[in-house]
């Protein structure tokens, strides 16, 4: 897959898969990206424990476009945002990859669920 995302388009689908994650994850992704944790209490909807979190149209939306996720990308994309208490190399032992794979796979899952959200609002918009 050669497509790039713009600035703006990467920026959108890691905002759509870190709420994503919020919803499906350990909650604490918030922790792990700089994002102060009462913001991401708020931005989940909860109470900061995780429990009784409602799962969002937005978030089950990403869901649904992370299982179309090819399998490579899928578990990279999985072990970026849901495993927020791991170190790269980490990362990369789990999902068996190197860096750059990891890297790679992580692009193209990202480019894959942008795509798949982008059909889906046009979908929506034409609808009505």
């Not at 759509?16 to 919803?23: F, K, P, T, V, Y």
């Not at 922790?31 to 409602?54: H, K, L, N, R, T």
């Not at 999985?78 to 789990?94: G, H, N, P």
């Not at 795509?115 to 609002?121: H, Y």
Request: a positive charge; aromatic letters at 8%; proline letters at 2%.
């Amino acid at each position: 897959m050669t497509r790039k995302l713009t600035t703006e388009q990467r920026k959108r689908v890691h905002s759509r898969l870190e709420h994503w994650a919020m919803a499906y994850g350990d909650n604490r992704v918030g922790e792990s990206f700089g994002v102060s944790p009462m913001f991401a209490m708020m931005a989940a909807g909860g109470s900061g424990d995780g429990a009784g979190i409602p799962i969002d149209e937005l978030a089950a939306e990403v869901e649904a476009a992370v299982n179309n996720l090819p399998a490579r990308e899928r578990e990279v994309i999985r072990e970026y945002y849901l495993v927020t208490d791991s170190t790269l190399d980490q990362k990369c032992r789990a999902t068996r990859t190197n860096k750059d794979s990891f890297y790679r796979a992580r692009h193209n899952g990202m480019l894959l669920v942008f795509m798949e959200l982008e059909i889906n609002r046009m979908a929506s918009r034409r609808a009505g």
